[in-house]
């Protein structure tokens, strides 16, 4: 994964991008997997490695294929990607060993999602169960920012043009 | 044309299965892995995979851009629907134990449409989206021909 994020980051054509970040959600999947994380796992592959691929040659496809070359030295921005990351990693280190059961998080609400969700739910899922029930306020929220995007897509690029021919190419003359 | 004929039979196979795979995970997704948002997205690619192989007109029959556009809606009106039947059925805003006889058939009926919901606004959505894309690409295409 660290060598597709490099080659990310380093290729200036734009197709091979796209093919690494396809291999990054896969392998990123696969490590969701490891995690039995089964249904985010199915989730990255399915619109990290799929619909996003497609959607991305799309764009590499109205846009063209390279990447130019930045016009400036990347060495600041670089410098507060480095300080950030080290901030971050510095704070995992305050956090609970990995799958504690101890940790506060597991004590919380989890303890009672899943000893409960099933009986009350009735839905062996409990992801589903906290999904579309205990967090049902969420998936509302986040549908809706689906929507919006697919709003925001058409608004940005999807206006219909006039049908007549003569029309049509004066309206693509001036975009 | 003629050179694309092994990927238009495969094609033919796969997206029938591709298609019903979206319904097991959609429904499935109580017992195992999947719900609304996968089986959405599962159901676009292969609406977006016959756009790819046979072309975008073909897929406009077969799924009018109309259509989806509608449906985007359509899934957020149901899913905030549901909400508020539960307020009709006494109960607060996606409160599911008001809408079946006893507790559980509610929530089992709760989840079922609020997936459908998912589903359905995130299918047309993802299909929009490429739609939108891959139609300013042909648009884009004719003034030189």
């Known amino acids: ?175 | 044309m003629r050179l694309d004929i092994i990927l238009r039979v495969l094609a033919k196979l796969l997206i029938p299965f591709a298609l019903v795979f979206g319904l097991y995970v959609q429904f499935h997704g109580d017992f195992g892995p999947g719900g609304g948002f996968q089986a959405g997205v599962i159901v676009a690619a292969a609406v977006i995979f016959y756009a790819l192989i046979y072309g975008l007109p073909a897929a406009r029959r077969v799924v009018p851009t109309d259509l989806v556009q509608a449906l985007m809606a359509v899934g957020v009106l149901l899913y905030a629907g549901v909400g508020v039947a539960s307020i009709l059925f006494g109960g607060n805003y996606l409160d599911y134990f008001v809408l079946g006889a006893d507790p559980v058939s509610g929530q089992h009926r709760g989840i079922f449409w609020v997936e459908a919901g998912v589903l359905i606004t995130v299918a047309s959505v993802m299909l929009k989206i490429f739609y939108v894309f891959a139609g300013r690409r042909r648009d884009a295409e004719e003034p030189e021909q």
């Open chain 1, 1 to 175: 994964m660290g060598a597709a994020a490099i080659g990310m980051a380093r290729q200036r054509n734009l197709f091979g991008v796209v093919l690494l970040s396809g291999i990054y959600s896969f392998l990123m999947a696969t490590v969701m997997v490891v995690l039995d994380a089964v249904d985010v796992a199915m989730t990255e592959a399915a619109v990290g490695a799929g619909i996003s691929t497609v959607l991305l040659f799309g764009a590499i496809h109205l846009t063209g294929g390279t990447e130019s070359k930045p016009i400036h030295r990347p060495w600041l921005p670089l410098l507060v990607v480095a300080a950030t990351g080290a901030m971050l990693v510095y704070g995992t280190l305050g956090l609970p060993a990995f799958s504690d059961p101890s940790a506060p998080i597991h004590q919380h609400v989890a303890p009672r999602y899943l000893t409960e969700g099933p009986v009350k739910t009735g839905v062996p899922n409990v992801v589903t169960a906290v999904l579309a029930s205990y967090r049902g306020f969420d998936t509302l929220g986040e549908t809706f920012v689906v929507f919006t995007a697919g709003i925001g897509v058409i608004a940005l690029l999807g206006r219909r043009r006039p049908r007549r021919p003569l029309d049509k190419s004066g309206e693509e003359g001036k975009e």
